[in-house]
């Protein structure tokens, strides 16, 4: 698993610094990677090792997130063009549509997975929180963020931070909190 937070990232734009990154993976002699987010709660080990057993080289996966991103991407060393993957309509409800072109531009297929719900805003979270379990380990720590606004706008990528957050939840890392 490789993990970049933003600090480590290089280039202007988030097209840029995924790009980088990506191209980073494949210098190191893997030929497909996974890309996921950390803000989709709703995704799980079967979707990503499907996903995984669906890339080849004639063939991308992507799954679609209900604001019109995606929460996935499974793609194969072949179908990667650093230059047009940086310049994807990153963060916007057309990247799925911009995704699309890539492939066809890529003459490889491309393998929809179902859709999920990504967290981009406050309400969002909200709405998670309310389907938790009371016993939930993240009930209380989302519902003390949620409660306290000069808490819940923080630095999330602080060293301290991850640490309490891994420590608290026993989570790989801490979520992209928009303030």
């Not at 989302?142 to 602080?158: M, Q, R």
Request: aromatic share 12%.
């Amino acid at each position: 698993m490789y993990t970049a937070y933003s600090t480590q990232q290089q280039g202007k734009t988030f097209g840029e610094r995924l790009s980088n990154e990506t191209q980073k993976i494949f210098d190191k002699g893997y030929e497909k990677i996974i890309i996921i987010g950390n803000d989709s709660p709703d995704l799980n080990s079967k979707t990503i090792i499907d996903a995984a057993n669906s890339c080849t080289d004639s063939k991308t996966v992507l799954g679609p997130s209900t604001d019109g991103g995606v929460y996935l991407i499974a793609l194969h060393i072949n179908n990667f063009n650093p230059a047009l993957f940086a310049q994807l309509d990153w963060e916007s409800e057309n990247l799925q549509q911009s995704f699309q072109t890539y492939i066809t531009q890529q003459a490889v297929d491309l393998r929809w997975l179902h859709t999920l719900q990504d967290l981009d805003s406050e309400a969002q979270v909200k709405a998670i929180v309310d389907t938790l379990a009371a016993t939930h380990v993240l009930k209380s720590f989302l519902i003390a963020l949620l409660e306290t606004k000069s808490f819940f706008c923080f630095h999330y990528n602080s060293p301290y931070f991850q640490y309490t957050y891994q420590q608290l939840t026993k989570l790989r890392g801490p979520p992209y909190i928009i303030c």
